[in-house]
């Protein structure tokens, strides 16, 4: 019987690069986030009006950082969706034996270690970013000691869960104007409004799906509201996020250009979600959740990546 069990036997440290492949795959995420990282410090820096970049080590600590940041998000998802998972979907990690719920804590535990350790020698002004928004994350966790009441609320629990994405922002843009010492930028709200909102995109796009794909105990927005009127929803917060994107790039100094791309984008986007709407295919499901990263992706190089890189080249 025990060797049924997909983690018996196996090292540990072979058990957990298997469940970064299923759960959170490194190499994607990480260089998303990393991505994500340097554009949110170089926004704050060129909001700021300040020359160069922040410090090699700085920006190294601050990446890695929010790439633990993200993974503990996974970590403590485990932990809130462990009854649910059990249930419903026993064919991920941990109902399956691959890893347990003990053996992630101590993970959680190390890494934890590791951030502050690292912050704290070479940027201890961030720490209290850091840990503002571990404390949220350990919140969500609990459901806000309000399972029950969120529950029953699909759309305030998922606006309750988003807050953490403008929190990991404080740390990322923060690796500028909290490491400076100095006010944050004018603008910042917008790039933090932006956050929010994306998160939103994503979270939604990735629940929506044709009648056929949907899963008992798996909750979508697709199920919850019907195909039709989350897709649109889903066109809605794009929209809105795409307006305060041309707002945030407004002010780091490239409003124009910003507009232009960032509607151009927005419309490449959106096809998709109408071809859904008009269809209700599962392909064209699929095809929203990947208009949403594109999306992310290129939402923060025009914020920020793309006008640093473009800055240096220019010296």
Request: hydrophobic fraction near 55%; charge should be positive; aromatic fraction near 12%.
């Amino acid at each position: 019987m025990s060797g049924s069990i997909p983690g018996h036997g196996r090292p540990l440290i072979a058990r957990l690069w298997e469940y970064q492949k299923e759960r959170f795959p490194i190499a994607r995420h990480g260089l998303l986030i990393v991505t994500f990282t340097f554009s949110a410090a170089s926004y704050s820096r060129i909001c700021r009006r300040a020359d160069g970049f922040i410090a090699p080590d700085e920006f190294i600590v601050g990446a890695f950082t929010a790439i633990i940041l993200f993974l503990l998000l996974r970590i403590f998802d485990e932990f809130k969706d462990a009854e649910d998972d059990a249930r419903y979907r026993p064919y991920r990690p941990v109902p399956r034996g691959l890893v347990s719920l003990r053996e992630l804590r101590r993970l959680g535990i190390v890494v934890i270690a590791l951030v502050l350790a690292l912050n704290a020698l070479v940027m201890p002004a961030m720490l209290w970013a850091f840990l503002v928004a571990l404390g949220y994350m350990a919140l969500m966790t609990k459901e806000f000691f309000v399972p029950a009441w969120l529950k029953r609320r699909p759309i305030i629990y998922m606006l309750s869960h988003m807050v953490i994405m403008p929190l990991v922002d404080l740390y990322t843009t923060g690796l500028d104007w909290i490491n400076a010492a100095v006010a944050p930028p004018r603008g910042l709200e917008f790039f933090l409004m932006v956050t929010f909102l994306n998160g939103i995109v994503i979270e939604v796009g990735r629940k929506i799906r044709a009648a056929e794909a949907e899963e008992t105990g798996v909750e979508t927005y697709s199920a919850l509201y019907g195909p039709k009127r989350a897709a649109i929803g889903w066109l809605a917060v794009l929209s809105l996020t795409c307006l305060s994107a041309v707002l945030a790039a407004w002010y780091a100094g490239f409003g124009a250009w910003g507009f232009i791309v960032l509607t151009a984008v927005l419309a490449a986007c959106g096809i998709p979600a109408v071809a859904f709407i008009r269809s209700l295919q599962g392909r064209h499901a699929k095809l929203i959740e990947t208009a949403a990263g594109i999306w992310t992706i290129a939402m923060y190089l025009t914020l920020g990546a793309l006008p640093m890189l473009l800055r240096w080249l220019g010296e």
